[in-house]
């Protein structure tokens, strides 16, 4: 199958891309149709057309460089010019996206790093502040990771498909608040603009592997790079029409209940809101997704109960990740510096009770998640 970003490049754009912000949503919304209706006919079996010069990846790049001028990617919505004179977001970035890491990753799920492993591209920053969050060296420090170009990122993806990834695995911090580099260098990776190679970058995998050029890598002599995006889904409705286009599976992090735990352990207002209400976008629209939920200590009833609950009403097919391997990390560590009291009731690991109730609770939902919760331990 061809990745969306190739369905993409197929649906001319008529409209100039200096035209009015508003003209060029309303062109966007117009090619809709005509984009996903290329897309059922390719899974039927139809042929893909000729590239047009002028397309969909461009449109969907030059509407993510308008918003970052008043930017609404994130749930945030904080309206700040991130493109200019280095005025700041509520993430404390202005234009500059920074890369920590990227690699072959051989701990994601299985149907995602398969044998080669998923593309993963770690993210400096986040639009979240969570106490607890175990990649706390490049979530809290903005200064972290290499500085990258669209064009180096779009290298560095395709050199990580050419190995033999599976796909690429936008992830951080959270790659939501790089969204204006993100997709154009999903716009130079589809339309096989000639790579950037001089970014100095480590790429190393979780074991030794003589990586050679995948076969599997094109699609009709195009090079096909499907996309997984890995997100807190704290974003925009905005974002998520732009990510539509171009992501071909979706691994959303579905932390808390609906009660104030975002605001107590991650500062983070309208979590609930946001964050299910994109959900339901993906189910609606069926898309392809996996959804993941970190259980928590003393955070059973009110978060795990909670999110389970609305999974079992609002997306009882959706395959579960119900993890375990929550460890008190950041501010919650209290063999660190920087651990802070009013988290105490997080700095332990969970209890094999608390991980009971919450199998046991999935199991009562109906919930489909015993082969993801339980791969480690069924493949030993």
Not at 114 to 140: E, V
Not at 239 to 250: G, I, K, P
Request: negative net charge.
């Amino acid at each position: 199958m061809p990745a969306k970003s190739l369905i993409a490049r197929r649906i001319r754009v008529d409209l100039s891309l200096d035209a009015p912000t508003g003209e060029l949503w309303l062109e966007f919304h117009r090619l809709l149709p005509e984009f996903e209706a290329l897309r059922r006919a390719v899974r039927q079996g139809g042929e893909l057309p000729e590239a047009a010069e002028f397309n969909l990846l461009d449109l969907v790049s030059q509407l993510a460089q308008r918003m970052l001028a008043s930017c609404n990617f994130c749930g945030w919505n904080c309206g700040v010019d991130r493109s200019g004179d280095g005025k700041l977001g509520a993430c404390q970035l202005a234009a500059e996206t920074r890369v920590a890491s990227a690699f072959h990753h051989h701990g994601e799920e299985l149907i995602y790093r398969g044998k080669g492993g998923s593309g993963t591209i770690f993210f400096t920053s986040c639009n979240m502040r969570c106490a607890f969050c175990q990649n706390g060296d490049i979530s809290t420090d903005k200064h972290n990771g290499t500085v990258v170009t669209p064009g180096q990122l779009a290298a560095l993806a395709r050199r990580l498909r050419l190995e033999g990834c599976h796909n690429i695995n936008w992830v951080g911090g959270d790659p939501t608040i790089h969204l204006h580099t993100i997709l154009e260098a999903i716009r130079l990776l589809a339309c096989e603009v000639e790579p950037e190679d001089r970014l100095e970058l480590r790429i190393r995998s979780d074991f030794f592997v003589p990586y050679q050029q995948s076969q599997n890598a094109y699609y009709g002599g195009e090079l096909n790079v499907p996309m997984l995006w890995n997100s807190n889904f704290f974003m925009t409705e905005q974002a998520m029409d732009l990510l539509m286009v171009v992501t071909d599976v979706w691994l959303p992090d579905f932390k808390f209940g609906p009660g104030d735990c975002p605001v107590k352990l991650a500062r983070t207002p309208w979590y609930w809101e946001t964050v299910t209400n994109n959900l339901l976008r993906l189910e609606e629209q069926g898309e392809d997704y996996t959804i993941r939920h970190l259980v928590m200590p003393n955070h059973v009833e009110c978060c795990t109960f909670g999110v389970l609950e609305w999974l079992a009403e609002h997306a009882p097919a959706a395959p579960v990740n119900i993890m375990a391997q929550y460890h008190p990390d950041n501010y919650c560590d209290p063999a660190s510096a920087k651990y802070q009291e009013k988290y105490a009731a997080i700095s332990r690991g969970c209890s094999p009770d608390e991980l009971i109730a919450s199998y046991r609770r999935a199991e009562e939902l109906g919930l489909i998640f015993r082969t993801l919760t339980h791969e480690r331990r069924l493949q030993t």
